[in-house]
């Protein structure tokens, strides 16, 4: 009788093209995915991309498409369109076999077979930090896939259009006090765009008045924006401050209720909405396979290599910068992510005998972040920028950064726009608030299991009903 074959014991790369699968299409995945479509000649390898969503989020506009100014596709790369010689696999994978060499995915539609693989990039990213906080799993808002920025925007809207409608005046309050927990690029650009937006659209709402918004930003560091050091810090803090947001500094969430936030301070502030962005950590699969890591990153050497056929890169990956003159990691950001998918595709090609392998090295270019109207603050290369300087060099850097020219093309007619015209501020209700949870159990929130449609929130947080 023919024995079946199993998926361990396939011809070696050399008698057939190599498998190589990548796991993830983020930053680090796509540009992986894209660079071995370059190096490695269709008759050396075929290349797989399993991933949760369909498309790259570009989460560096993510504020924006909450704020209202840009919509969801905008800032979706689809993979199918950039990619052209890969098999794109939408599905999640659930566990990496080492000794098999094979991962068990789960697609939509429920199990699929397990997928054989002689080279494998994990790139799987980060999901949102929750810490052991009472009540954040059930009331917090995040801002990590497109579903929580659309869910975010209606959300904020929605809150206006009751607080308009209440004869409560504290309901009232309570739907106009909006509180942002996390100080860096994210919770800090989201919280001002947001500002901007609840302050601009405000005189749609005629019994509502400018001095009812109450926009709080919280944060346990002693400044905001850390990332962009302590000068940038206090700039942001002038610009948002002077647009009447608050910002506690030193103080943290001690527990989050149903229509309140309780603070180490011991202040209770009754509020419908809490947006949690208080960093990022690698999603269930990276845990679940066992290997070393550090803070809960996959510890990779300076190849960024794991084990043998095996590399990561992106959140997932923590390697050592040697830029950082500790013995700190890479931050989490996409300009490593991207750039160190460039690299395991160059040592993944070189492992197959095309090319050299190459160490990761890279020293950071800066950071920008956009305010809402027309500020902003940015350290390109050092250089140190605020006010509407910073906010082009914010935009031309994205416009740069971003991998399809079709998006690159509608998002700076959209941001013309919006300079002749106020953004459309409509809740599209598209997301249900089941689907909005923090993106933390479920990778690809908004993709694989994920429902988007239905109504929008009543201006509940993801409250059980
Ligand atoms: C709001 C916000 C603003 C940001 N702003 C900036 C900025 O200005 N500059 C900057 O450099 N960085 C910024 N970042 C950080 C940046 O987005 C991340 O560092 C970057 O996305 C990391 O890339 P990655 O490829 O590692 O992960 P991701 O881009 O998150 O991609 C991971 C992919 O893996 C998929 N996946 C996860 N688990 C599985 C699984 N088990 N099976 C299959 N697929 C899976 C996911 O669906 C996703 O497609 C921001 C992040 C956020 C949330």
Redesign the pocket.
Known sequence: MRRRRAAGDRPAPGQRPAVVVV???????LFAARTLERLLPPEAADLTL????DH??Y??L??EVAAGRLDPRRIAVPLRAVLHRTRVVQ????DVDFGRRTLRVVADHGPVDPVHWDRVAL????VTRTLPTPGVATYALG??TLVEAQYLHDHVLRQLELADGARDPVERRARLTFVAVGAG??GT??AAQLQHMTTTQRDRFPRLRSEDLRWVLIDVAPTILPELGARFGRAAMQVVRARGMEIRLGTSVTAMHHRSVSLSDGDTLPTHTVVWTVGVTP?P?VRHLGLPVRRGRLAVDDHLQLRDGVWA????AAARDPFSGTDADYP????H?QRQ?VVIARNIAASLGHGSPRTYRHRDLG??ADLGGASGVARPLGLPLTGPAAKVVTKGYHLYALPSAANRLRIGADWLTNLVSRPIAAQVGLVEPEAARLAREQ??AG?VGHPVTGSASDGEPIAPA
């Not at 599905?91 to 659930?94: D, G």
């Open positions: 796991v993830g299409g983020g930053f680090a995945g399993i991933s949760a969503t790259l989020c989460s560096p993510l504020p599905a999640s994978v659930e790139t799987t990213g980060s801002l990590k690029y994210t650009e989201t999603p699969l890169a992106g959140d997932s989490p950001t996409a300009q992510a998918g950071l920008v990778p690809g993709a």
